[in-house]
């Protein structure tokens, strides 16, 4: 039986996400391990989401082209178009209408973030600076993996 993809941080899934990570902290990017991905991997993406958010799923980091044989990647990725040190990874813009990671920041109450990570078959023809409908849509039928790590913050 194949081992499921598998994606560990600086804190348990379903647990409380360090300040640092936060926006009222550093509002870096959280180090990220990612483990069993599937040897016919070409590349890896990640999606940072809040679907407590007022107005539905609201993005706060896409990155894609990552390639699939990168174990780790470490925390505070720059909020550029590419991401150094991952070769060639891309990085969009999330909803705050910003290239790279912004950490949690809810209005109020306790807000769940989702880090998923998707294992595909090839790299992504699409332009930094895409959106969550871009990549998605750019990624239909070539996703192998997918696995989530959740995480909460409260103000």
């Known amino acids: 039986m194949e081992e499921d993809l598998v994606i560990k941080s600086a804190f348990e899934d379903g647990g409380y996400i360090p300040e640092e990570y936060t926006a009222d902290g550093r509002d870096i990017s ?37 390639p699939a044989d990168v ?17 060639g990874a891309l990085q969009g813009k999330n909803d705050f209408n910003n290239l790279g990671y912004m950490g949690p920041a809810p209005p109020s ?21 895409a959106d969550k409908e871009s990549l998605l849509n750019a990624m239909e039928g070539h996703v192998l993996q997918k696995a989530v790590l959740k995480g909460e913050y409260t103000r």
């Open 109 to 129: 109450g306790v807000h769940t973030y989702r880090f998923y990570v998707y294992a595909l078959d090839d790299e992504l023809d699409l332009k930094a600076g």
């Open 71 to 87: 174990k780790e990647i470490s925390k505070n990725i720059e909020k550029k178009e590419k991401a150094k040190g991952l070769n």
């Open 30 to 66: 959280p180090p990220l391990i990612i483990e069993n991905v599937l040897p016919e991997a070409k590349t890896l993406t990640i999606i940072v989401d809040d679907p407590d958010a007022p107005g539905g799923a609201f993005t706060h980091w896409l990155i894609w082209n990552i």
